[in-house]
DNA sequence: TCATATTGAGAACGTACGTTCTCGATCAAT
DNA sequence: ATTGATCGAGAACGTACGTTCTCAATATGA
């Protein structure tokens, strides 16, 4: 048997690979990113890649993927230095303006890929929708103990916060999310807590 | 002077092909519809496209500031046929619910270029930003005569429902943005309306 | 050392796209 | 009727990309 390739350094590659791919896909676009861009940035062989990942859609959503499992978890670590219920809510938006304020901000990457090739890529569609999911069952956890009747509202304020800033490249965006997420806790905690509920 | 076009006809023309861009890039996603697709949908010599615009990114920019005039146009008429005030900030909800209902509403076209083309095309950017800027406009000029404080996060609320409905093909995200705009006009018409200004 | 499977670097392939060009047909002016 | 500018239809051009293939170099097992 000759030089073959250990299954540590395919872990390696795996991890170069999605970082490039990470990177220059969101700062980029995803079409404007091609595959011996993407070969540069990793320092890989096209050969390894496609070994890797047999298609460059396969890539994509691999790299959403890992970058849905990093964001929630970053996230939900800030949450967790914030003892209080109330104030961890609010940490949410403090969490997204440090985000926004980050070089390069360019908006969230589940819905600018969505966007960009959501007709065409199913699975892309399904990654965008998957860690949607994920983030909006974050927000419920992280708002139900405190004021349930606001969790739809304070998800949506988030997403919302998260579209502006990345359109204007605003990072105030979340100071305003988390000044309307103040009013409806103090509207939920006040006895007013029904108003959130009809249509 | 041999058969010259008319200027009626490059109306005509540029209605037609304004029409089958803003069709096919909505629904297919802008980088995925070739000059050709546009050619064959309207029914143009690719001459006379390349004579009503220069480029294909021209085009774009055109079809998304028609696109702007008539949304933010046809929104206006709706909100004026509601005469209380306060119902009026609610019927936004109601327009918005309407759109994501629409059969191929797949988000907001403007967020949708900018993810796609912003990175390497600034006059996308800059349609997609000026997009925006008149829609918060607007919205400020919904809330500002019943509820100044509220403002910023009704939009923030609008902004949010749009890219949730989008990606979730979700229209019933506009009522979930309506109920928690009836709980920030509550809280901020009982006395609590300083409850969104801090940080 | 020799044989062999696998690698890296990049050329090659097929396709698709934005834009320009060709050319016979067409129409107004004379 | 003749001329000549302009038109429509689509071929052509240049480029770029995703993917596959070539082939000399390499490292391993006998």
Redo the contacts with the bound molecule.
């Keep these: ?5 250990t299954e540590e350094q395919q872990s390696l590659d795996r991890r170069a690979l999605l970082d490039a791919a990470e990177d220059l896909f969101y700062r980029q676009g995803i ?1 404007a ?4 861009d993407l070969r540069s940035a990793a320092g890989l ?4 890649i ?1 070994r890797l990942f047999p ?3 396969a890539l994509i959503v691999a790299m959403l993927e890992r970058r849905d499992l990093r964001w929630r978890g970053d996230l939900a670590a800030h949450l967790d230095t914030v003892p209080d219920p109330r104030e961890r809510v609010l940490a949410l938006f403090d969490w997204l303006g440090a985000w926004f304020a980050e070089p390069g901000f360019r908006g969230c990457a589940w819905v600018n890929a969505h966007g960009e090739l959501g007709p065409t890529a199913p699975a892309i569609t399904e990654a965008a929708r998957s860690h949607k999911r994920a983030f909006h069952a974050q927000v419920t956890a992280l708002v139900n103990p405190v004021a349930p009747s606001a969790t739809e509202s304070i998800y949506l304020l988030a997403e919302g916060a998260i579209v502006v800033a990345g359109i204007h490249n605003d990072p105030a965006a979340a100071a305003r999310a988390r000044a309307g997420t103040r009013a409806l806790l103090d509207a939920a905690g006040s006895g007013r807590a029904g108003a959130a509920a009809g249509g």
């Design positions: 048997m000759p030089a073959a390739i079409q990113v091609g595959m011996d062989p096209l050969k390894r496609y298609t460059k859609e």
